[in-house]
């Protein structure tokens, strides 16, 4: 929580010339038209548009971040884009994992994201931007084996198709961070619940009425048989 916290503050800073070209490029979005009685207005449109994305399947690697190309090194970032809607992919220092959804108009949410904690001071900042960028992306477009995630129509990172990536240590690693918010999510959860018993007991204890003394219980009389004259 604290590094996604940390994440998207970072995106305020080392995504704002994007977010400003967006806005010089396409303006402030106006306000759609009221509806008149029994109007039914059209769902607005979305800079990008595409149908059964197929994002599945095989490795994308990031051919451009911020504008920027990337460079061809052999620590290259790459993304996988599971069938079941979990996100895994490598920064160029740490590996992370989260989760995705699209639709049919080619809108995108990418969310839950966490990932290791290696110190790689050279590409902290490529990695901070890689993971706002996917945070902050609306939409997706497909075109030429290259995909494209844009925020108000603008780019934010491209990627392109990588079939020669081995994805083996890619599935590893997420399995592990998946394995590791399991056992946080599971640990708090359990915390939380003692935590709510540990109160209700000590309301219950507080609440409860004092235990009144018993009276001591007096030895009944004995009866004395009756004496009799001779």
Same mark, same amino acid.
């Given at each position: ?14 995504? *704002?010339?994007?977010? *400003?070209?967006?806005?010089? !490029?396409?303006? %402030? /979005?106006?306000? /759609?038209?009221? @509806?008149?009685?029994?109007? %039914? ?7 990008? &548009? ?21 460079? #061809? ?7 996988? $884009?599971? !069938? !079941? ?5 490598? =920064?160029?220092?740490?590996?992370? $994992?989260?989760?995705?959804?699209? #639709?049919? #108009? ?21 990695? +901070? ?10 939409? &997706?477009?497909?075109? #030429?084996?290259?995909? +494209? $995630?844009?925020?108000?129509?603008? !780019? ?5 198709? *990588?079939?020669?990536?081995? %994805? ?10 998946? @394995?590791?918010? +399991?056992? &946080? ?10 935590? &709510?018993?540990?109160? =209700? ?9 004092? @235990?009144?003394?018993?009276?001591? %219980? ?13």
């Amino acid at each position: 929580m604290l590094r996604t916290t940390r994440i998207a503050l970072v995106a305020l800073f080392v995504l *704002a010339p994007t977010l *400003a070209q967006a806005v010089a !490029n396409h303006g %402030v /979005p106006e306000e /759609p038209p009221a @509806a008149a009685a029994g109007q %039914v207005l059209p769902r607005p449109s979305v800079p990008a &548009v595409g149908v059964d994305l197929p994002l599945t399947g095989q490795p994308w690697r990031l051919v451009e971040l911020a504008g920027e190309p990337m460079p #061809d090194e052999p620590a290259e970032p790459h993304l996988l $884009f599971m !069938n !079941n809607g979990e996100l895994i992919g490598f =920064g160029g220092c740490n590996y992370f $994992f989260g989760k995705y959804r699209t #639709d049919d #108009d080619g809108r995108i949410i990418v969310s839950s994201l966490r990932a290791t904690h290696r110190q790689c001071p050279e590409s902290s900042h490529q990695e +901070t931007t890689l993971l706002t960028s996917l945070m902050l992306a609306d939409a &997706v477009q497909l075109a #030429d084996e290259q995909l +494209t $995630f844009l925020l108000n129509g603008s !780019n934010l990172l491209k990627l392109r198709v *990588a079939p020669d990536f081995a %994805v083996a240590e890619l599935i590893k690693q997420g399995g592990r961070l998946k @394995a590791r918010k +399991t056992r &946080v999510h599971k640990a708090r959860s359990k915390k939380k619940k003692g935590a &709510v018993k540990s109160k =209700g007991a000590a309301k219950a204890k507080g609440s409860g009425k004092k @235990a009144t003394p018993k009276k001591p %219980v007096k030895p009944r009389p004995v009866a004395k048989a009756p004496v009799q004259s001779k």
